[in-house]
């Protein structure tokens, strides 16, 4: 009869092992008993076990596996997974990715935010808790350790946090608990300050310096990853990714950690430096589950995971010294860490989730509960090592995970790592040797561990760059696109897209506020052989978008560029809808309140921001008669809204917001009034697309209707403008696309555009219109005094629309304007305006029109539109109607035309189903203003000539 460990306490050690190795396969008919029994009566044989015993390979590893194997046939997986989001929300694609990997792995997922108010986690203590898969996400931790009865789990219940860990390094008294331990007189790898938060540049200590130079050149800050997949006994699993930040850069960067060893040294030092790494952490897991009392307290959770980051420091040596653990995982020195950081980690998370929890055959299986307790003949009585159903199960899990090909790698148990140190904590606790809780188990992992690390070893690195981490796949670029879908989409800030991001569906909708201007945005493909490109085939993979009023459409397409020409796989399709700023209808009693500029980008600091009073404008009397009209487009004003009160700028209406010149006001000619001005004259215009949307302004306004429209980049003439009698020609300048040699410069430009539309009468009848965003300077002016004296043309209305909001938001692609240099824009503006005054022009201050409103751009990369041509969705009325500008006589954005409704009525559905239509309050303000500079002979005194 086999001895019992009881019977056998004054054993060596490896006669200990035989006899419990034995006691596990006695009952068993493949086990070859006279082996073990010769064995047993030869506890000295060195030639198939080393001094510590572990390394013998005391069972047959066919039987085991064999074991093993029928077992895991035998048991149902999946079932119910509880996914508490404490400070997340739903559309966080952390949350996503839990949701997705674990549905795809047949569990049925319920979401709440803490384990007081989830519905899965409700019970009276007389009904068995049905979830098998407890995760905790960053704010619902504490949450879960007040809620959950960790002594008392299910064998197949997992939760994502260990209590030993929460323990162990929690920071109560500014070092890790376990350090303080009298039992760890042996020097540990780790500064006493590694388990406090630290600050930027505090990692390297006196003692980091300390640490004997082996002259390697080995530099380096590391965060490791590290998968603890049980506490008691310890087995421990190692991501091969890393973040690495040297001294020679800036931020910190994700790679491969065997691979970052190849780069800095050679490859005996550099397998080395990897499995020193490993023994350090190992070390570390050790001591602190050891020291924390976690082998001689009730048996908790065998089943729970957690996540941990080690922070390592190399000063010139292989060997590391941990100057932080967390209980969670960190990539914060990561250059743009919302996306780079939140991609990183859910790299690792779905890694993770893949390998803890494999793939089921049933999707709506049950976790199995009735997996029987394996019991043997001489395992009767307390003191029997027998194999309980949580043992079971952690053995299963284990051989699991071993088999895995993964981007994990084994960690602990691993017989190559076992340390002296670890020895010697093993003796200074024993309370890990007598109540560890099944060394049976223990001795198994460790021999299983033994036997997969000299079967596999050669084989991990090849086939763990082939499991889920798509973005650190080493297979050439030059393969082809097999999977064109994206993993995930991730924006900054996030999203909430409708419907939930899902590879297969194609097309998405998301509404941001107001005060959303930018959204960031980088799409993941789900392999590295696929690229990904925004809005065109050489479009940037990442880009910061502004976002305009209104919607803005982005196309994401997924590519295979494998062969001589670029194919695009498939196209997702991002419907970005930002809204209006919040309004608040207007009371009766209520205050009028300007502004010159929004505090959110102070162009003029000598000049107030935000909302002020504004005097002579009360609710009583909004608007008082102004008795003459603008002598001129760049009239000091600001813009009104009436508010509840001026400091609260929430309280304010505006849809009724209108620029107010300080002294005058511009006149709004009716339709009648406007086409007899415009009747006979030819309107030239030259700019970009900001002086395009004023000439579509003019065109509806004059029409009634738009019926043509055309971003165009050329030159363009309209014939169909008034019934016919106004000809409108337009040409685009500057054209940027083109290379510097081959731009024709602007003085080409308009001559071309005058040749084009000729004859041309050298009188008010001909009107020039020129200007841009931030083009337009003194130079040019110039060139058009030449050109127009050239052409004997000296006689005509130049109006000259000067600089306006754009370029200020920090897009890529594009220039982007700082601070500074949108306040140097203000004098550039005043200077062009003074000198088109000199000249004898007309002009418009499109700049401080736009200042005030620069959040209110539509769509476009530069955020300098302020205006958009579209269909309408149904009929609108003229747009002068609703103009937002204070009129004369007490008129004001709100009041219609004194046309009975019935006429207006007829007007309004009379319109052509093919019109379009230009949208754009900013665009509306400075278009008028332009036709009343154009059309100044029809007003007089203060009123509208009706000759």
């Known amino acids: 009869m086999l001895l019992a460990p009881r019977r056998c306490r004054s054993c060596t050690a490896p006669a200990l092992l035989l006899a419990l190795t034995a006691l596990f396969f006695y009952n068993s008919s493949t086990v070859d008993r006279t082996r073990l029994r010769t064995a047993q009566q030869d506890p000295t044989n060195e030639s198939r076990m080393d001094r510590s015993g572990r390394d013998a390979l005391l069972f047959e590893p066919r039987q085991l596996l064999s074991l093993l194997e029928e077992h895991r046939s035998k048991r149902n997986c999946a079932g119910k997974a509880i996914l508490l989001t404490g400070h997340h929300i739903a559309s966080d694609t952390e949350v996503q990715l839990y949701q997705r990997v674990l549905q795809e792995q047949g569990y049925h997922v319920d979401q709440g935010r803490y384990a007081e108010t989830s519905s899965g986690l409700r019970h009276d203590g007389r009904v068995r808790q049905e979830w098998s898969l407890l995760i905790c996400l960053k704010g619902s931790e504490k949450s879960c350790l007040r809620k959950i009865n960790f002594a008392h789990p299910q064998p197949f219940q997992r939760v994502n946090i260990i209590p030993a860990f929460v323990g162990a390094f929690l920071d109560m008294s500014g070092v890790c608990r376990f350090l303080t331990n009298s039992h760890l007189t042996a020097s540990l790898p780790i500064i006493p300050s590694a388990c406090t938060p630290s600050r930027p540049g505090q990692e390297g200590t006196k003692k980091d310096r300390n640490l004997p130079s082996t002259n390697e050149g080995l530099f380096a800050m590391v965060n490791v990853y590290v998968l603890v997949t049980s506490a008691t006994p310890l087995t421990a699993f190692l991501h091969q990714t890393g973040l690495v930040k040297s001294q020679l850069d800036k931020y910190s960067y994700a790679t491969k950690l065997l691979g970052f060893f190849c780069e800095r040294l050679e490859h005996p030092k550099a397998r080395q430096a990897f499995e020193l790494m490993k023994q350090v952490i190992s070390e570390v897991l050790t001591a602190a589950i050891l020291a924390t009392g976690e082998s001689s307290s009730p048996l908790r959770c065998r089943l729970c995971f957690q996540l941990l980051t080690f922070t390592l420091h190399y000063n010139d040596s292989v060997h590391p010294v941990v100057v932080r653990v967390q209980t969670d995982l960190h990539f914060d020195g990561m250059k743009d860490p919302k996306l780079n950081g939140q991609i990183t980690k859910e790299y690792v998370l779905e890694d993770m989730l893949r390998l803890l929890v494999p793939a089921c055959s049933h999707n709506d299986g049950w976790p199995a509960q009735d997996t029987a307790e394996i019991k043997y003949s001489d395992c009767v009585s307390p003191d029997g090592f027998c194999l309980s159903t949580d043992e079971m ?201 300007g502004f010159v500029q929004d505090c959110g980008l102070v162009v003029r600091p000598d000049q107030p921001c935000g909302l002020e009073p504004v005097s002579g404008l009360t609710s009583s009397d909004k608007a008082q008669s102004v008795a003459q009209p603008c002598s001129s487009g760049d009239e000091p004003g600001r813009w009104v809204v009436p508010c509840l009160s001026c400091s609260d700028n929430r309280t304010c209406d505006w ?293």
């Open 393 to 593: 199960q952690l053995l299963l899990q284990f051989y699991q995970h071993l088999k895995a090909p993964d981007n994990f790698h084994l960690l602990h148990p691993r017989s190559s790592n076992f340390s002296n140190l670890q020895d010697d904590l093993i003796q200074k606790f024993p309370a890990a040797k007598v109540k560890g809780k099944g060394p049976m188990i223990s001795v198994l992992l460790q021999q299983l561990s033994s036997y997969f690390t000299k079967n596999f070893t050669e084989n991990q690195d090849d086939h763990s760059s082939l499991g889920h981490n798509r973005w650190h796949s080493d297979t050439s670029y030059s393969e082809r696109c097999v999977d064109p879908h994206l993993w995930q989409l991730y924006t900054d800030p996030p999203l909430v897209l409708a419907p939930p991001f899902n590879p297969w569906v194609k097309e998405y909708r998301a509404e941001v506020p107001f005060d959303v201007i930018t959204i960031r945005i980088r799409p993941e493909p789900m392999n590295a052989q696929c690229h990904v490109h925004l809005d065109e085939h050489n479009g940037p993979r990442i880009a910061n978008y502004p976002v305009g009023l209104g919607n803005s459409r982005i196309n994401i397409l997924v590519m295979d560029e494998s062969g001589a020409e670029p194919v695009v796989m498939t196209i997702y399709t991002l419907h970005i809808f930002r809204e209006s700023r919040p309004s608040l209808p207007m009371f009766d009693e209520y205050v009028m309140c």
């Open 655 to 947: 849809r009724e917001v209108a620029w107010k010149p300080d002294n005058c006001f511009y006149p709004v000619l009716e339709q009648p009034l406007l086409q007899r001005c415009m009747m006979d004259k030819k309107v030239l215009f030259i700019g970009d697309s900001t002086n395009r949307g004023m000439m579509y302004y003019l065109m509806e306004r004059v029409n009634t209707t738009l019926q043509d429209w055309d971003k165009a980049h050329d030159t363009i003439m309209y014939h169909n403008v008034n019934q016919g009698t106004t000809l409108i020609s337009y040409s685009y300048y500057p054209q940027f696309w083109l290379d510097k040699s081959q731009r024709p410069t602007f003085q080409r430009a308009l001559q071309q555009l005058i040749y084009r539309s000729q004859p041309l009468e050298n009188s008010p009848q001909t009107v020039l219109v020129v200007g841009g965003v931030q083009w337009l300077s003194v130079d040019h002016l110039k060139t058009i005094q030449q050109v127009l004296e050239r052409e004997e043309l000296q006689n005509i209305i130049v109006v000259v629309k000067s600089l306006g909001m754009g370029f200020h938001l920090p897009v890529d692609g594009i220039r982007s304007l700082s601070l500074a240099a949108v306040q140097d824009l203000y004098e550039v503006n005043r200077n062009v305006l003074e000198t088109a005054k000199h000249f004898g022009y007309e002009v418009i201050d499109t700049f401080s029109i736009t200042m005030g409103r620069y959040k209110e751009f539509l769509q476009g990369r530069c955020a300098c539109h302020f205006h958009e041509v579209g269909r309408p969705l149904f009929p609108t009325m003229p747009v002068h109607e609703a103009l937002q500008i204070v009129r004369h006589a007490g008129q004001t954005v709100s009041e219609t035309s004194t046309r009975p409704s019935s006429v207006l009525h007829q007007e309004l559905w009379s319109l052509p189903t093919s019109s379009y239509h230009v949208k754009g309050a900013v665009n509306q303000v400075y278009s008028e203003i332009l036709l009343s500079r154009v059309c100044v002979p029809y007003i007089c005194n203060g009123t509208l000539r009706q000759d």
